[in-house]
């Protein structure tokens, strides 16, 4: 049977023109993974309010972090999958949930290039689950699939939070630069807290349990901050890490509901205060750098901090083309078994 892999990254506007910024956050926001509200609130909030005033101040942001030759996540994306397919005899390709190469397009090119393809195995490129990561690129890619190509067997790659291989990894990129005596940081994306319990399989553990991320539970499968949580606690346990030395925050909250916290921006703020003057940050729910990575940390969290007393900050760049990143994943793919 034919086999073919799919690496699926999130996407980025093709420039950082306010009309192609504008277009992709447009398809991005209205992504009702992302903004959960009833399609004709979410229209109204998205094409009525967000996209009359936000393109213009993130085409700002990107233009701060473009490089000569594109996206940077879209770059170090490509770079990566030309690593990968040296690691495997399956054919694998690059998509974006967003924007291009969009699934619908790879899918087809991958179609009209292996017209005895058979079977596909799916990477999300999220190690945690949540809806407007993970269960975006499940949902579009079956509708994809069952709406133009029906004879397609999907595999998907569970999220590989806790992945010892993963970890070790993720693990060896904080160790190889991380600076002597800085406190560091696990910086993941931010969810809203409603999301967490939209995702509670079984309706009673997630925000209504004390301690529910501690708490042993089915809800853990489906849950991103338990996720989240797992993965510093290994990589801790990995490096060694003293408590007290390192902690989680989440970052990137947009609107006034509750997100996930601690808030990453409010840590930025407080840690020089509590003694911590020098400051490590890794973000772990993103394997490749980008806007949320080298503009959001990099650029404001770094000003934030040192305005706020600290002395020197340290981001830790995401996995991006590593070798030992990129083996891994072609060990997947070839390893892959349906």
Avoid at 83 to 103: G, H
Avoid at 156 to 178: G, H, M, R
Avoid at 211 to 223: G, I, K, P
């Amino acid at each position: 049977m034919k086999k073919a892999a799919v690496l699926i990254n999130l996407g980025s506007p093709r420039s950082t023109g306010v009309k192609d910024v504008k277009e992709y956050l447009g398809e991005f926001l209205m992504d009702d993974h992302v903004i959960d509200f009833p399609r004709w609130l979410r229209t109204i909030l998205v094409k009525g309010i967000i996209l009359n005033t936000r393109p213009k101040k993130s085409a700002e942001a990107y233009k701060t972090i473009w490089w000569d030759d594109g996206s940077p996540l879209i770059v170090l994306s490509e770079h990566l999958i030309a690593k990968v397919r040296q690691q495997t005899q399956i054919p694998t390709y690059l998509a974006m949930r967003y924007a291009q190469p969009s699934i619908l397009d790879t899918l087809k090119r991958m179609n009209e290039e292996h017209s005895d393809l058979e079977e596909l195995y799916v990477v999300p490129l999220y190690p945690h689950f949540a809806m407007s990561s993970y269960e975006t690129v499940v949902d579009r890619v079956k509708e994809v699939a069952v709406n133009n190509f029906s004879h397609l067997k999907l595999t998907f790659k569970e999220p590989w939070y806790d992945d010892a291989d993963y970890i070790k990894v993720l693990s060896a990129s904080i160790k190889d630069t991380l600076p002597e005596d800085h406190h560091l940081l696990f910086s993941y994306h931010g969810i809203p807290v409603r999301h967490v319990k939209k995702s509670d399989c079984t309706g009673q553990h997630c925000y209504k349990v004390n301690d529910c991320c501690n708490v042993a539970s089915e809800a853990h499968t489906l849950c991103y901050k338990h996720q989240t949580a797992v993965t510093t606690k290994l990589v801790a346990a990995e490096l060694g890490l003293k408590k007290g030395t390192y902690e989680t925050s989440y970052q990137s909250r947009l609107g006034r509901d509750p997100w996930i916290q601690p808030y990453t921006a409010q840590r930025f703020e407080q840690l020089a205060g509590e003694g911590k003057k020098k400051l490590a940050v890794v973000c772990p729910a993103f394997v490749s750098d980008c806007l949320e990575t080298l503009e959001e940390i990099n650029e404001e969290g770094k000003e934030d901090f040192l305005l706020n007393g600290g002395e020197h900050f340290h981001p830790v760049s995401c996995l991006n083309d590593r070798d030992d990143w990129s083996a891994l994943l072609g060990k997947w793919i070839q390893e892959w078994k349906v």
